[in-house]
């Protein structure tokens, strides 16, 4: 009888091994696209998105597959269950509809940009108190809504080139774009001037939540509903574990830094 229970045992044992290599062996389809320095294939890791989703991919014990492509591709892919999820992306309702989101892998931040020849840094509590100011917006965001409720002296442009290149001249006095990508298009812009802007504290709008990025998941692919609960639990752990700050860290160091 006690050999039957140790054979047992040992039968359970190797069996439950034999299933952690198979997953640590198993691959996951992931598409995504450009969005430096967000996502992008020429950037070290993939860029700081991609490097948080591959230490979670990892922490659940499989390797991440990454396929690039343009962003209505990567979408189409994700709907027809060719890959697990498509990232990074915002939830809305339409895509709520169709898809499921993982929890939030990264939070990116809108800041008004200035020119330092033409103002010093300001600090303000509501939008407001910027009523003196000039302010410059692409056609489309999503935050020309909130700059129009407020009141503001708007002058809009079709694309975030021509909004950098209003600052720099002083057609206006302040910018609203993404605190990293801002930089990014300022560098290529202005490389011998970049240190001349400069970046406000505060967020543009409130709702961090609307600047979350997800897995944009979809409802076809083998398992998904179970490999989203995986992901959302590594999500957890390596913020647990320290892991997660620690890429947030190495990226703003290098930030700060260039």
Same mark, same amino acid.
């Given at each position: 009888?006690?050999? =039957?229970?140790? =054979?047992?045992?040992?039968?359970?044992?190797?069996?439950?091994?034999?299933?952690?290599?198979?997953?640590?062996?198993?691959?996951?389809?992931?598409?995504?696209?450009?969005?430096?320095?967000?996502?992008?294939?020429?950037?070290?890791?993939?860029? &700081?998105?991609? %490097? &948080?989703?591959?230490?979670?991919?990892?922490?659940?014990?499989?390797?991440?597959?990454?396929?690039?492509?343009?962003?209505? =591709?990567?979408?189409?892919?994700?709907?027809?269950?060719?890959?697990?999820?498509?990232?990074?992306?915002?939830?809305?309702?339409? =895509?709520e509809q169709?898809?499921?989101?993982?929890?939030?892998?990264?939070?990116?931040?809108?800041?008004?940009?200035?020119?330092?020849?033409?103002?010093?840094?300001?600090?303000? %509590?509501?939008?407001e108190e910027?009523?003196?100011?000039?302010?410059?917006?692409?056609?489309?965001?999503?935050?020309?809504?909130?700059?129009?409720?407020?009141?503001?002296? &708007?002058?809009?442009?079709?694309?975030?080139?021509?909004?950098?290149?209003?600052?720099?001249?002083?057609?206006?006095?302040?910018?609203?774009?993404?605190? %990293?990508?801002?930089?990014?298009?300022?560098?290529?812009?202005?490389?011998?001037?970049?240190?001349?802007?400069?970046?406000?504290?505060?967020?543009?709008?409130?709702?961090?939540?609307?600047?979350?990025?997800?897995?944009?998941?979809?409802?076809?692919?083998?398992?998904?509903?179970?490999?989203?609960?995986?992901?959302?639990?590594?999500?957890?752990?390596?913020?647990?574990?320290?892991?997660?700050?620690?890429? &947030?860290?190495?990226?703003?160091?290098?930030?700060?830094?260039?």
């Open positions: 009888m006690r050999k =039957r229970i140790t =054979r047992y045992f040992l039968c359970a044992f190797l069996c439950f091994s034999a299933a952690l290599n198979l997953s640590a062996d198993e691959e996951i389809q992931l598409a995504t696209g450009e969005w430096p320095p967000y996502v992008s294939e020429a950037l070290e890791n993939f860029g &700081i998105i991609s %490097e &948080i989703v591959t230490a979670v991919v990892h922490e659940m014990g499989m390797k991440p597959k990454y396929r690039f492509y343009p962003w209505s =591709r990567a979408e189409k892919l994700t709907k027809e269950g060719v890959v697990f999820a498509a990232f990074p992306y915002a939830k809305n309702d339409l =895509r169709v898809f499921d989101f993982s929890d939030a892998i990264y939070t990116s931040k809108t800041v008004f940009f200035y020119y330092k020849p033409n103002m010093n840094k300001i600090y303000y %509590e509501k939008m910027l009523k003196p100011y000039k302010i410059g917006g692409a056609r489309g965001n999503s935050y020309m809504r909130l700059l129009e409720s407020a009141g503001l002296d &708007i002058q809009q442009v079709n694309d975030q080139e021509q909004l950098v290149r209003l600052l720099k001249r002083g057609r206006v006095d302040l910018i609203p774009l993404d605190k %990293e990508g801002g930089r990014i298009i300022l560098k290529a812009l202005y490389p011998k001037l970049y240190q001349n802007f400069g970046a406000l504290d505060q967020r543009v709008g409130i709702d961090e939540k609307k600047d979350a990025s997800h897995l944009l998941v979809s409802r076809h692919y083998p398992n998904a509903k179970e490999l989203t609960q995986g992901f959302n639990e590594a999500l957890l752990r390596i913020k647990e574990k320290g892991i997660y700050q620690q890429i &947030i860290d190495k990226y703003e160091s290098q930030s700060q830094s260039q």
